[in-house]
């Protein structure tokens, strides 16, 4: 006798619903939403620990140039009042007198980092005789340096990181005869938000 298979004897064959597969591409959309994420607050924190070091390496130099002039010299100098300068605004063209000897001051500066063909140059401004005057000392792949004084602020500038420093001199702070000398460095190119600040203190005699 012969049987015949019932049509459906077999198993149904069940393959994936249209509500599934949006489901499933959804969940694998916000996944790739936040490796992006991860992946770019990775790069904004290491960013800001490099233009954070850098800030720091320059307040520790004002600080180490601010140093090295003796005490009696007009640019570390109190002539009158407790504290000369200041971290919120540039103060420019001071006049201080001190020993004897008056001079001009100014007590902020600006530092640009920039890499020219290959070389990395550092431009600093100052003051000299009553004018701004902007120095850049240049290192190349070989090993010498060269530096450049120009009244103007050069190409070397254009694309530059660059930073602004502003200082202060409290005199008698913190205890009687010492004084102390505060620099407050700022990244200005906007390259983070909120800006990178830098705050560093050393007292001297």
């Not at 790069?43 to 090295?68: C, H, I, Q």
């Not at 070389?119 to 004018?131: A, N, P």
């Not at 409290?170 to 390259?191: A, C, D, K, Q, S």
């Amino acid at each position: 006798m012969e049987t015949s298979m019932s049509p459906h004897s077999k198993a149904p064959v069940r393959g994936f619903t249209l509500i599934e597969v949006l489901v499933a591409i959804t969940v694998f959309a916000v996944g790739l939403v936040m490796l992006g994420s991860l992946a770019a607050m990775a790069l904004n924190g290491t960013a800001a620990s490099r233009y954070r070091g850098m800030a720091t390496t320059f307040a520790s130099e004002k600080l180490e140039d601010l140093n090295r002039y003796p005490s009696w010299d007009p640019h570390v100098c109190v002539s009158s009042g407790s504290t000369v300068g200041s971290l919120t605004s540039d103060v420019q063209l001071a006049s201080v007198t001190c020993n004897g000897i008056t001079d001009t001051v100014d007590y902020y500066d600006d530092v640009a980092i920039s890499d020219s063909a290959g070389q990395v140059c550092e431009t600093v401004s100052s003051l000299s005789s009553g004018s701004e005057v902007y120095t850049s000392t240049c290192h190349t792949p070989a090993g010498a340096t060269t530096t450049t004084t120009s009244g103007t602020s050069n190409a070397i500038d254009v694309g530059a990181i660059a930073f602004h420093r502003r200082w202060t001199i409290e005199m008698n702070e913190p205890i009687t005869g010492i004084r102390r000398i505060t620099v407050l460095v700022t990244l200005e190119n906007g390259y983070m938000n909120p800006p990178i600040t830098v705050q560093e203190s050393a007292v001297r005699p």
